[in-house]
């Protein structure tokens, strides 16, 4: 089955900006979606279609998509960032849903 | 608003079986698929089950098929899992969420219900 990789953590000072990847075979020919976790919180949709984002979602999370690699950007990281994020795809060849192993993101 | 409010959740032996509902409002539940979606304790997010807006195309993750169903009633904006044979390993929070209208990512969720196996 189709895995999606993450690195299990990101660590970043306040003001600077966090990269947060996904890995996965050609994930960029698929459309990647991310969501944000706060402890004890339900997940919540952060950027979809690769780098849209919903309304009330900061400027600040930005997305991307290519080749074997998708990532969130997260410019001038604040403290109420720090949270689990996880990528998530369709993988329509086998009519699942897969996300990616989750990221914590630390704020220094 | 979109409200989606899970229960059922409990404490269920090796072996035995425990039904989950997800009681939605605040949208056209006939209108869209649904999920469910577990997370075990300090892991990672885990896809379960899908279910189309009629109830027609049902999807399972590989480690629930065959043990696990996801139904829905639209009548009472509800939806439902069924799961036999629980083990250990599926001791996690449960939540369900619903698919956006493109059917690609999921655009709100339940705060989730606690699923405990032990004897």
């Known amino acids: 089955s189709y895995v999606l990789t993450q690195p299990p953590s990101v660590s970043v000072a306040p003001g600077q900006t966090a990269r947060i990847p996904c890995g996965g075979d050609?994930?960029?020919?698929?459309?990647v979606h991310w969501y944000q976790q706060k402890p004890g919180q339900a997940p919540a949709l952060v950027i979809y279609y690769d780098s849209d984002r919903p309304s009330g979602i900061p400027e600040r999370f930005s997305g991307s998509n290519s080749g074997n690699t998708a990532t969130l950007t997260i410019s001038r990281v604040e403290a109420g960032d720090e949270a689990d994020y996880y990528c998530q795809f369709w993988d329509s060849t086998n009519d699942h849903y897969v996300f990616g192993t989750g990221t914590k993101v630390t704020v220094l | 608003q979109v409200q989606l409010v899970e229960s059922g959740g409990g404490l269920a032996k090796p072996g035995g079986s425990l039904r989950l509902s997800c009681s939605a409002s605040?949208?056209?539940?006939?209108?869209?698929?649904m999920n469910w979606i577990r997370q075990a304790p300090g892991k990672g997010l885990q896809w379960i089950s899908t279910?189309?807006?009629?109830?027609?195309?049902?999807y399972y993750g590989d480690s629930v098929k065959g043990r696990f169903t996801i139904s829905r009633d639209n009548a009472k904006n509800s939806l439902f899992l069924h799961m036999h044979s629980l083990t250990a390993e599926d001791t996690a929070i449960y939540y369900c969420a619903r698919v956006s209208n493109s059917g690609s990512y999921f655009d709100y969720w339940g705060q989730g219900a606690l699923v405990t196996v032990s004897s």
């Open positions: 605040g949208f056209p539940f006939s209108d869209y698929y």
């Open positions: 050609n994930i960029g020919s698929y459309t």
């Open positions: 279910i189309s807006a009629s109830g027609i195309i049902i």
